[in-house]
């Protein structure tokens, strides 16, 4: 009889332990946790104001990773709590809102690592990378159009694009894309930089989409920088001044009793009258010094120039008047109240020879402001110093509504505004992006926060720090603006992330596994934590 053979397959082998027994180790339990501290701290350090601009591209990467390597169940709510957490402490402070507001709208923002994490491991890793993108740029586009917050969209309030301000080389990629495109690269960074740490550069799929993320960061920023480098300097340039009076304590005392259907008594009235006489003589007063200083343009912060409906005529005609007078183009912005019923927050243009061009309504007021809503057309007139629009404040958080101006082939754009401190910088620098995307200069006067100008290429060219009671600025602002392909595209790089979202799931699923290993390419891992 011959002698039991031993199969040499079922021999114990000196290979590594079980990784199960390693996770058991205090250092190994300790790990996830090290980890998603580090992502909440990420996610706190790169949103609202202040935002570290590299942190907005690292906490993608950290949270992505824990999502990923921690059972389903667990590792999606204590991430999902983490960063509501996170958010919360960011936007309190400039939202004030009730925390569990705030808390829903972050559960929003981290839907896309939900959509990874459930759908991720039944796909191919190539496929896989464009999932987190895909979903984030579709909760950034449905911000901006459904209508959430009191019956109004919250526009593009926290998205990404924001955090990267003033990384001027990066931003022109909006010319192109619109955020959509910022969205996307720091999303799809996050999701390959996940690969390259699961697999390692020896694997090859892993080394290849590692090459190609690099490449085309690098690529957004040499064409970028090199559309800074090679700008023209502009042939011609209009002086605009911005006016500013703070008028909060006055306006308490009226828009804010109004807008609620409290009429206001006779002796108030009357009170009121003279210290709204009294604002409109200082709006006048620092305009005309700014005239003589060489303004041709001048623009009044937002609803500077508060106004009863009755008298709201008597005031346009007395812009009318000074602005023929001066040969200068007036931007009024005032607000129109009647008794019982919303205001009209709104910009009056008015031409060198006097003409009313146009009344602005605000397009999207901004929730709890009591103002009527505008037709949601932009305006614009023609100067001699080139073709000039407005919007206000909020509206440029839209932007499919500042599209408009670009369409339109605008050179400047007013933005009369009126801030909070709480949300300075962060509100002023959230309109810089509209100005590259659709190649105007802009500048924006602003009531509570600074007030800044920068030209089409987001170039900053003056700001004004919110200081006294009364101030008013000047800019060289470049005439000539840039058409940009964005204005002509519009959202389609949006369309296509939201078709991906849908086809990625079923184009780039993984064959069955068997027992060749080559009916997966001989590429892919199983793993539990996939």
Avoid at 179 to 195: E, H, R, S
Avoid at 334 to 343: D, F, L, R, W, Y
Avoid at 350 to 377: C, H, I, N, Q, W
């Amino acid at each position: 009889m011959a002698a039991p053979t031993t199969d040499a397959r079922q021999l114990p082998t000196s290979g590594p332990a079980d990784p199960g027994d390693a996770r058991r180790t205090p250092t190994r339990r300790l790990a996830p946790l090290v980890l998603l501290g580090a992502a909440g701290l990420c996610v706190a350090a790169s949103t609202s104001n202040h935002a570290v601009p590299v942190l907005a591209w690292l906490a993608p990467v950290l949270l992505l990773r824990f999502v990923r390597t921690t059972p389903r169940t667990t590792g999606l709510v204590s991430a999902g709590v983490t960063y509501a957490l996170a958010f919360a402490v960011a936007w309190h402070a400039q939202w004030p809102v009730p925390p569990l507001l705030l808390a829903g709208l972050a559960t929003v923002f981290f839907l896309p690592y939900v959509v990874d994490r459930l759908l991720g491991p039944r796909l191919r890793p190539g496929p896989r990378t464009l999932l987190l993108p895909f979903a984030w740029i579709s909760v950034e586009y449905a911000l901006v159009y459904l209508p959430l917050l009191e019956g109004s969209p919250i526009g593009a309030w926290a998205a990404v694009v924001h955090s990267q301000y003033g990384q001027l080389p990066l931003l022109q990629l909006l010319a192109v894309t619109g955020q959509w495109g910022i969205a996307f690269l720091v999303a799809w960074t996050a999701a390959v930089a996940n690969l390259v740490w699961d697999r390692g550069v020896a694997d090859r799929q892993a080394r290849r989409l590692g090459a190609g993320a690099l490449m085309l960061l690098v690529l957004v920023l040499t064409a970028g920088g090199a559309r800074l480098a090679l700008a023209a300097a502009p042939e011609a340039t209009v002086r605009v001044a911005g006016v500013v009076v703070e008028n909060d304590e006055i306006l308490v005392r009226t828009w804010s009793p109004v807008r609620q259907g409290m009429p206001l008594e006779h002796d108030d009235r009357e009170a009121l009258t003279d210290e709204l006489t009294a604002l409109h003589d200082r709006l006048f007063e620092l305009s005309e010094r700014e005239i003589a200083a060489g303004a041709q343009v001048v623009v009044w912060a937002e609803d500077n120039a508060l106004v009863f409906r009755e008298e709201a005529d008597a005031l346009v005609g007395r812009g009318q008047a000074f602005a023929a007078e001066h040969g200068i183009a007036l931007f009024m912005g005032m607000v129109v109240i009647g008794t019982g019923e919303p205001a009209d927050n709104q910009v009056v243009g008015v031409t060198p020879d006097g003409e009313v061009a146009f009344t602005y309504l605000k397009s999207f007021p901004a929730p709890g402001e009591g103002s009527r809503a505008g037709d949601g057309r932009i305006a614009w007139m023609d100067t001699p110093w080139g073709r000039i629009g407005a919007a206000i404040c909020f509206d440029h958080d839209f932007p499919p509504l500042i599209r408009q101006a670009g369409r339109a082939g605008l050179d400047v754009m007013v933005n009369p505004a009126d801030d909070t401190p709480v949300i300075d910088p962060l509100h002023p620098h959230m309109a810089v992006p509209r100005a590259i995307e659709n190649g105007f200069a802009m500048v924006r006067p602003a009531q509570g926060a600074r007030s800044i100008a920068v030209d089409a290429l987001g170039r900053v060219l003056t700001v004004q720090e919110a200081v006294g009671p009364a101030r008013s600025f000047a800019v060289d602002l470049p005439v000539a603006g840039r058409a940009t392909a964005y204005a002509r595209i519009g959202d389609v790089v949006a369309h296509v992330a939201m078709a991906g979202l849908v086809l990625v799931p079923l184009a780039g699923r993984r064959r069955a596994a068997t027992g060749n290993p080559h009916a997966t390419g001989g590429q892919w891992r199983t793993s539990k934590r996939s």
